[in-house]
T-cell receptor, first 112, second 117 residues
Framework: QKEVEQNSGPLSVPEGAIASLNCTYS??????FFWYRQYSGKSPELIMFIYSNGDKEDGRFTAQLNKASQYVSLLIRDSQPSDSATYLCAVKDGGSNYKLTFGKGTLLTVNP | GAVVSQHPSWVICKSGTSVKIECRSLDFQATTMFWYRQFPKQSLMLMAT?????????EQGVEKDKFLINHASLTLSTLTVTSAHPEDSSFYICSARDPGGGTDTQYFGPGTRLTVL
């Protein structure tokens, strides 16, 4: 059973701070890792994907991947109230079924 | 970026009727689409994988005769909830796999909120 674990939160940070969201996965064969943001009542929106160990930066967002530790994280710099949402970590294995395994999500609240 | 649409965005129906939801990839061809269901304050639950030109693959516990999936073209998949009951009321979301650019990423539609009376 492939599992993706996230701290459900809520994670509360002040505006302008760095928000750190963490995710661990059980399948060592996992190849691709995705972060989605989901506002209440809306569908998930892709923020970033990462395939290789290390950091990947896109604007205020940085994804970090450590395959040896089976750990992926998302850092949000200069957090804004508009970043308040549930952040979903998703993992794709190396097989051909293309399915994603989602974590249950971390609720982030950025306080003005 | 890749755009996926869903129609309708919301629907209310009477118990026992059938409802069809459409999912379209607007700017890319999607050989694979996925259908999810999400109940309030719960995570996404994958219902089935829809493959163009072949039968859908259903997740364990999902009734294939109740949730009919048709992936008739490279840009359209439909989900029909047959003989809907109040317990089928949920947020149904599709996603489409974009294999282009080497990203092999899933993009989500805006979702369809189904209420069965």
């Amino acid at each position: 059973q492939k599992e993706v674990e996230q701290n459900s939160g809520p994670l509360s940070v002040p505006e302008g701070a760095i928000a750190s969201l963490n995710c661990t996965y059980s399948d060592r064969g996992s190849q691709s890792f995705f972060w989605y943001r989901q506002y209440s009542g809306k569908s998930p929106e892709l923020i970033m994907f990462i395939y290789s160990n290390g950091d990947k930066e896109d604007g205020r967002f940085t994804a970090q991947l450590n395959k040896a530790s089976q750990y992926v994280s998302l850092l949000i710099r200069d957090s804004q109230p508009s970043d308040s949402a549930t952040y979903l970590c998703a993992v794709k294995d190396g097989g051909s079924n293309y399915k994603l395994t989602f974590g249950k999500g971390t609720l982030l609240t950025v306080n003005p | 970026g890749a755009v996926v649409s869903q129609h309708p965005s919301w629907v209310i129906c009477k118990s026992g009727t059938s409802v069809k939801i459409e999912c379209r990839s607007l700017d890319f061809q999607a050989t694979t689409m996925f259908w999810y269901r999400q109940f309030p304050k719960q995570s996404l639950m994958l219902m089935a994988t829809s493959n163009e030109g072949s039968k859908a693959t259903y997740e364990q516990g999902v009734e294939k005769d109740k949730f009919l999936i048709n992936h008739a073209s490279l840009t359209l998949s439909t989900l029909t909830v047959t003989s809907a009951h109040p317990e089928d009321s949920s947020f149904y979301i599709c996603s489409a796999r974009d294999p282009g650019g080497g990203t092999d990423t899933q993009y989500f539609g805006p979702g369809t909120r189904l209420t069965v009376l």
